[in-house]
């Protein structure tokens, strides 16, 4: 392995473990500041800074940096009859298969370093040579009055000319069995909730171990059933070309609207959150499997259920919403085509095409976080019995009915011949139309409501019968002794 090589993958490392830690920690104020939104209290406000007279607040973010103190000073109790060794090692592994899962999701397109920029020689639309830091004519003559600019070109849109220099991929690890080692490494969580649970020596810790594995395998089941439907459209398990394959075609959540729909919902309950948070249900089990857990081994359980929200809504982006892609943005620019009628296309410089690609992928990624921290503050717990219900009885023959479904649909289509090849060329264009001004009405909506000011409602406080006097009084009289 070449100095630059270790030097990318070392960058590669510090951007996705970064953004997952820093993410996963601000989801922890994201929980309470919208779940006080959602429930129109109080939300985090009393971790202040105080600067003289001025008391800085920060939104609440105060809240998640006093957390991250209090773990470090809390005491570290392990019960006297648990089992040292495994009660040490379920919080590792609980946590480091999460951040093992980063090795092989791709956050953006292959870069050609030499591409990135370069110094040329043009002068009256005419093209000079660059040798030796100097701009020379065919007959090696230095030209005068003319010296080398800094240009960012544009790539091209099928492979990437190199010059030399070896293309990087913005993908940690890139391997050939890149979903099955997703696989492989999501269910070592499995290990880490049992053993907390049997290691505690505490019935209620058991309890919810228990409750974790039998949930986490029985919804990985559907989880992996889920994604052979977009395997069979995509022809790939490698991550990086199922992104490239909706780069050119569609989205994955348009061709596998129910996989989607079924890899979402297994991924929550992955996640052991509300409304799948059976195994560590505070009013039948305390805390479930990490009850007798404190300081920073409670943090890593606590810290890891955050940061599979992070990693699961990158498994989601990168399957189902285009990974780093963008409607209508490929590798060498924009192209607004539908059919074989082109109707505006322009080379953008590909270092910009990389960042675009970046930031979308982040971007998405943290919109579905956002998404999954509503459904917690918005739905009710499932009884266990509906929880093994839901996974065994609906979503496993419904992701079994997808593959079937898929096998059928895909078959016929691909024996439909060029008119129906032709027309699923344009659905699918119509289908990054459609997603590219969703995409913009949602990023306008956001900003107006960001600007718009709050309207503040009036309230009155006191009894019931005094708020019931003035809303216009009851519609039955009051009762009487």
Same mark, same amino acid.
């Given at each position: 392995?070449?100095?630059?090589?270790?030097? @990318?993958?070392?960058?590669?490392?510090?951007?996705?473990?970064?953004?997952?830690?820093?993410?996963?920690?601000?989801?922890?104020?994201?929980?309470?500041?919208?779940?006080?939104?959602?429930?129109?209290?109080?939300?985090?406000?009393?971790?202040?800074?105080?600067?003289? +007279?001025?008391?800085? *607040?920060?939104?609440?973010?105060?809240?998640? #940096?006093? &957390?991250?103190? +209090? %773990?470090?000073?809390?005491?570290?109790?392990?019960?006297?009859?648990?089992?040292?060794?495994?009660?040490?090692?379920?919080?590792?592994?609980?946590?480091?298969?999460?951040?093992?899962?980063?090795?092989?999701?791709?956050?953006? &397109?292959? $870069?050609?370093?030499?591409?990135?920029? !370069?110094?040329?020689?043009?002068?009256?639309? /005419? *093209?000079?040579?660059?040798?030796?830091?100097?701009?020379?004519?065919?007959? +090696?003559?230095?030209?005068?009055?003319?010296?080398?600019?800094?240009?960012?070109?544009?790539?091209?849109?099928?492979?990437? #000319?190199?010059?030399?220099?070896?293309?990087?991929?913005?993908?940690?690890?890139?391997?050939?069995?890149?979903?099955?080692?997703?696989?492989?490494?999501?269910?070592?969580?499995?290990?880490?909730? #049992?053993?907390?649970?049997?290691?505690?020596?505490?019935?209620? !810790?058991?309890?919810?171990?228990?409750?974790?594995?039998?949930?986490?395998?029985?919804?990985?089941?559907?989880?992996?059933?889920?994604?052979?439907?977009?395997?069979?459209?995509?022809?790939? $398990?490698?991550?990086?070309?199922?992104? *490239?394959?909706?780069?050119?075609?569609? @989205?994955?959540?348009?061709?596998?609207?129910?996989?989607?729909?079924?890899?979402?919902?297994?991924?929550?309950?992955?996640?052991?959150?509300?409304?799948?948070?059976?195994?560590?249900?505070?009013?039948?089990?305390?805390?479930?499997?990490?009850?007798?857990?404190?300081?920073?081994?409670?943090?890593?359980?606590?810290?890891?259920?955050?940061?599979?929200?992070?990693?699961?809504?990158?498994?989601?982006? /990168?399957? %189902?919403?285009?990974?780093?892609?963008?409607?209508?943005?490929?590798?060498?620019?924009?192209?607004?085509?539908?059919?074989?009628?082109?109707?505006?296309?322009?080379?953008?410089?590909? $270092?910009?095409?990389?960042?675009?690609?970046?930031?979308?992928?982040?971007?998405? /990624?943290?919109?579905?976080?956002?998404?999954?921290?509503?459904?917690?503050? !918005?739905?009710?717990? %499932?009884?266990?019995?509906?929880?093994?219900?839901?996974?065994?009885?609906?979503?496993?023959?419904?992701?079994?009915?997808?593959?079937?479904?898929?096998?059928?649909? @895909?078959?016929?289509?691909?024996?439909?011949?060029?008119?129906?090849? #032709?027309?699923?060329?344009?659905?699918?264009?119509?289908?990054?139309?459609?997603?590219?001004?969703?995409?913009?009405?949602?990023?306008?909506?956001?900003?107006?409501?960001?600007?718009?000011?709050?309207?503040?409602?009036?309230?009155?406080?006191? /009894?019931?019968?005094?708020?019931?006097?003035?809303?216009?009084?009851?519609?039955?009289?009051?009762?009487?002794?």
């Amino acid at each position: 392995m070449s100095l630059n090589q270790v030097i @990318w993958t070392i960058v590669k490392i510090l951007v996705m473990v970064g953004f997952l830690v820093n993410v996963g920690g601000l989801l922890t104020w994201v929980d309470r500041r919208l779940s006080a939104m959602i429930h129109d209290r109080v939300g985090p406000n009393r971790a202040t800074l105080k600067l003289g +007279k001025f008391e800085l *607040r920060i939104a609440g973010l105060l809240h998640t #940096a006093a &957390d991250g103190v +209090k %773990f470090f000073f809390k005491e570290d109790f392990m019960p006297p009859k648990a089992d040292k060794l495994l009660f040490s090692l379920a919080p590792m592994l609980s946590m480091m298969p999460v951040v093992a899962l980063l090795a092989v999701i791709p956050f953006g &397109d292959t $870069i050609s370093p030499a591409q990135l920029w !370069s110094y040329a020689c043009v002068k009256d639309g /005419t *093209r000079y040579f660059l040798e030796n830091g100097q701009c020379v004519d065919a007959a +090696k003559q230095a030209v005068a009055g003319l010296q080398p600019t800094l240009v960012f070109p544009a790539a091209q849109r099928f492979g990437l #000319a190199t010059y030399g220099q070896e293309a990087v991929e913005l993908q940690i690890a890139t391997l050939n069995v890149g979903l099955l080692y997703i696989f492989a490494m999501a269910g070592q969580g499995i290990v880490g909730a #049992a053993i907390a649970g049997w290691s505690s020596d505490n019935k209620f !810790s058991l309890m919810g171990g228990l409750r974790a594995a039998s949930q986490m395998v029985s919804y990985e089941v559907t989880m992996g059933l889920t994604v052979i439907g977009a395997l069979m459209i995509y022809g790939s $398990i490698r991550l990086e070309d199922m992104v *490239r394959w909706q780069g050119e075609n569609t @989205w994955g959540i348009f061709v596998q609207p129910v996989g989607f729909i079924l890899f979402f919902t297994a991924a929550v309950a992955e996640s052991k959150r509300i409304p799948f948070d059976l195994p560590e249900a505070e009013s039948e089990l305390v805390s479930g499997y990490f009850t007798e857990y404190s300081g920073m081994k409670f943090a890593m359980f606590y810290t890891a259920e955050y940061m599979e929200i992070v990693t699961s809504s990158m498994l989601l982006v /990168t399957i %189902f919403l285009g990974g780093w892609q963008l409607p209508f943005l490929h590798r060498d620019g924009i192209t607004i085509a539908f059919g074989e009628t082109t109707l505006f296309a322009q080379r953008v410089p590909h $270092i910009w095409m990389i960042i675009f690609g970046v930031v979308a992928f982040f971007g998405k /990624t943290l919109a579905l976080c956002a998404v999954q921290a509503f459904i917690r503050w !918005s739905l009710p717990r %499932f009884r266990y019995d509906q929880l093994m219900k839901l996974g065994w009885t609906v979503l496993l023959p419904a992701s079994l009915a997808n593959i079937f479904a898929t096998g059928i649909v @895909w078959l016929a289509l691909q024996r439909g011949g060029d008119s129906v090849a #032709a027309g699923l060329k344009v659905a699918a264009d119509v289908t990054q139309g459609f997603t590219a001004v969703l995409i913009t009405a949602l990023l306008g909506w956001a900003v107006v409501g960001f600007m718009r000011r709050p309207q503040r409602v009036t309230q009155i406080l006191g /009894t019931s019968a005094e708020m019931a006097d003035a809303a216009g009084g009851t519609k039955t009289a009051p009762m009487r002794a």
